[in-house]
């Protein structure tokens, strides 16, 4: 994928998206009514919210606010939905979605240039990146010299092949002496297994939990520890900045809602994953509450606010970006995220 097609299909794809949605929306009877009324009486504001994928243990903190009613006390009627095809970041630039969810590296190219979409970071998921690569055990891709000569499994984006030759050259390895095989893997545990592919990219809380829970013995590395640069925030809640500047108070409630949620998801893992699995009873039980152990960790890591930004780790990898010409167009620092709707 090169380096506008990922802002050109967005915007090619923004109508369509926003048409499907709007449909949805309105045979569920959630279009045009932004509040809901209780049975006290009491006004709740709407607010719809749009996940990047099927739920997992990056959203249990969602689900914990939802469950326990801290939503509601803060005056708000909260909807979670299924993202369309590309994702979250349409429907809340288009105001169809209040918040979503994204990711710093997925959202650049919509930041920037006359077309770009108005989204902004608004809270971390998690503090850390917790991606990087993942391969049977003992086959020396514990570090990343060590991919030369092996299957990799590639999406074939710009980003992501830099992402793997800078840590290689890092580590004095030769990115061309990979085998970049074309991914069409849904399950990394079986296409380890099976050998079809060496090493994936992944991100350990899942995929890297999911391999423990199958037995399967791997080596790993990240990408945040070989260098300081590709420790962007992923994943990060997003809101449409008109809505938000239109709607501060609102902002800040739900933010601070969603915050008691992940800090309960912090101090007592094991309820939070009985939460999830009781809204999305289709997921594995055990790769829940062994991934929920994993994630109570990663969500705060060193900072004491959650959902805090370091606008010098969001701006390093956008200079990294920039470095890299990766965009087209050189991103500004401090683009695409505020801390100021946080507590």
């Known amino acids: 994928m090169k380096k506008n097609s990922i802002k050109n299909s967005i915007k090619k794809k923004m109508l369509s998206a926003i048409l499907v ?37 990056n959203h249990t903190g969602l689900y914990v606010a939802q469950e326990k009613g801290y939503f509601e006390e803060a ?17 809340v630039a ?10 710093q590296d997925s959202m650049m190219p919509a930041l920037v240039g006359a077309d770009a979409l108005p989204i ?17 055990k003992g086959e020396g891709m514990d570090t990343p010299k060590g991919l030369e000569g092996k299957k990799y499994a590639t999406w074939d984006m710009d980003l992501e092949k830099a992402t793997i030759k800078n840590v ?21 545990v079986s296409a380890l297994e099976s050998k079809s592919v060496d090493a994936i990219w992944i991100f350990y809380g899942w995929a890297g939990i999911a391999a423990e829970v199958a037995g399967l013995e791997t080596d790993y590395f990240a990408f945040k520890d070989i260098n300081s640069d590709l420790d962007f925030y992923t994943p990060v809640i997003i ?4 809505w938000l500047e239109e709607n501060p108070d609102t902002a800040k409630a739900f933010l601070s809602a969603l915050e008691k949620g992940y800090e309960d998801a912090i101090e007592n893992p094991q309820e939070a994953a009985e939460i999830l699995c009781k809204a999305s009873p289709e997921l594995d039980k055990e790769l829940v509450f062994a991934s929920q152990e994993y994630m109570k960790d990663q969500y705060k890591a060193e900072v004491d606010q959650w959902g805090y930004i370091d606008p010098a780790r969001w701006n390093a990898f956008y200079n990294w ?16 995220f505020t801390n100021e709707y946080l507590e």
């Open 239 to 242: 809101g449409g900045a008109k």
């Open 75 to 91: 005056g708000l009627e909260v909807e979670i939905v299924q993202p369309p095809e590309d994702g979250a970041t349409v429907l």
């Open 321 to 336: 970006i920039n470095e890299n010409n990766l965009l087209e167009e050189e991103i500004p620092e401090n683009t695409g």
């Open 168 to 188: 290689m050259e890092k580590d004095g390895g030769d990115f061309g002496k990979v085998e970049l095989v074309p991914s069409t893997v849904t399950d990394e």
């Open 21 to 57: 949605f709007g449909m949805a929306a309105g045979l569920a009877g959630c279009a045009g009514n932004p509040d809901v009324k209780k049975e006290d009486g009491k006004q709740l504001e709407k607010i719809t919210f749009v996940l990047d994928w099927t739920p997992n243990t």
């Open 120 to 136: 902004t970071a608004v809270a971390a998921i998690l503090q850390h990146n917790t991606s990087g690569i993942v391969s049977r």
């Open 94 to 103: 288009s105001g169809k979605a209040q918040f979503g969810v994204s990711f």
